[in-house]
């Protein structure tokens, strides 16, 4: 019987270990922090409309998590997350796809569904989980979902979204379709069995899949080397038999560079590709998240440094394309945009108690009807242990 495992190692005759050292993936990095290029550096496919819409989105998503965490401290919203410092990772490699790409988000990627084209009242309806909301007051906010642009809705379990990436994909494969599925997750993300299991599947299945590794340096309070002992995330990536590069993270010219190359090897070699992103959470974890209890200002002063936005800021400006009273005007539009839009969300009705119960079952089982009124009985008797801004009966 013929031995089929593939490998072409070297045969040796003594003990050979192979550690850290033995594969050494460089980082690319096509911008300076003063908004100056590498000599030589490969530049990405972009011009003035594309670079302003991806900066543009930075200031959008700056504004969006600024008023929305000063929101969840006034106690108007339950809960938010920011991706401050981390905006180059997802806004970069979304500008890299096409519309009908498949995105499937982690929970910290609302830049690359706001460069998609989610508007300020969509993002306020899913925060507030008023009845405009699309996933109808379910889920809990910054779980955004869009059917229209293509963005899976977000779940709160860590990495599910990885294995359903690589059958999405396969599925695209089977359909012969000319795109593929971005698929983001952290650092933490990529120590759950279900990365493995994701990343093998698509290396052996030969799916149209770009795997997004936004390595923060923690997975909330844990930093990477309590994590891992290995050389970041991209080697596994190689083990598993997906191309792979190591980007930083903090460098939108190099996202985009390297996500325009990922995509040509998914969709037209059906090639899955693994890219991390070395950034930094310049916020907390999330608004229940205090990280000074474990990391120092000074580390975070010293990625303060190195933000992502700014540094783009300043290529902008080199070219002739962006100037502080362009800045000015565009942050106050979005400011205001913003805080329209969550006085406006925030009035909308909550959802009837009803759509609790719909769109699982064609029609209502016998035993959830009866939850559905007891649940009803249960708030009418109980009025004042219910928060009425979460739910109305469905006579309202």
Not at 69 to 91: H, K
Not at 101 to 130: V, W
Not at 136 to 153: A, E, V
Request: with cysteine; charged share 25%.
């Amino acid at each position: 019987m013929s031995d089929k495992r593939k490998t072409d190692a070297q045969i040796v005759h003594c003990p050979e270990f192979s550690e850290n050292s033995s594969l050494n993936i460089p980082t690319l990095r096509i911008l300076q922090d003063d908004g100056t290029l590498y000599p030589d550096a490969a530049m990405p496919e972009i011009d003035q409309t594309l670079a302003l819409k991806i900066y543009d989105t930075f200031l959008f998503i700056r504004a969006l998590d600024e008023r929305m965490l000063a929101s969840q401290r006034q106690g108007r919203i339950s809960f938010y997350m920011t991706e401050t410092g981390e905006e180059a990772a997802d806004i970069g490699s979304a500008a890299a796809l096409k519309d009908d790409d498949m995105i499937m988000a982690q929970y910290r990627e609302q830049g690359a569904l706001a460069f998609r084209g989610f508007e300020p009242d969509e993002f306020m309806n899913q925060i507030f989980s008023n009845e405009k909301d699309y996933g109808k007051g379910r889920q809990m906010p910054i779980h955004y979902g869009s059917n229209k642009l293509h963005y899976m809705t977000v779940s709160s379990p860590l990495a599910t979204q990885l294995p359903q990436a690589t059958g999405y994909a396969y599925a695209l494969k089977a359909q012969d379709k000319a795109n593929c599925v971005i698929c983001y997750f952290g650092d933490g993300a990529a120590s759950e069995g279900d990365f493995h299991a994701a990343l093998n599947m698509a290396g052996v299945l030969k799916t149209p899949s770009i795997f997004f590794c936004r390595n923060n340096g923690y997975a909330i309070s844990t930093p990477a080397h309590e994590q891992f002992a290995g050389d970041g995330i991209a080697p596994r990536g190689v083990a598993l038999g997906l191309k792979t590069i190591r980007v930083d993270g903090n460098d939108v010219l190099a996202v985009l560079k390297a996500t325009q190359e990922a995509r040509k090897l998914a969709v037209e070699q059906h090639q899955p590709v693994l890219i991390e992103a070395m950034t930094y959470r310049l916020g907390a974890h999330s608004s229940s998240d205090d990280p000074s209890g474990y990391r120092n200002k000074s580390e975070e002063d010293t990625w303060r440094s190195k933000c992502p936005v700014s540094r783009f800021k300043h290529w902008l400006i080199l070219q002739g394309w962006w100037d502080e009273e362009q800045e000015t005007a565009r942050k106050e539009v979005h400011r205001t945009s913003v805080v329209q839009a969550m006085k406006k969300g925030e009035k909308v009705p909550a959802p009837a108690l009803k759509e609790l119960f719909t769109d699982v079952y064609d029609s209502l089982p016998w035993h959830l009807e009866e939850q559905h009124k007891a649940l009803e009985q249960h708030i009418r008797k109980y009025p004042d242990a219910y928060k009425t801004t979460s739910w109305r009966f469905d006579d309202e």
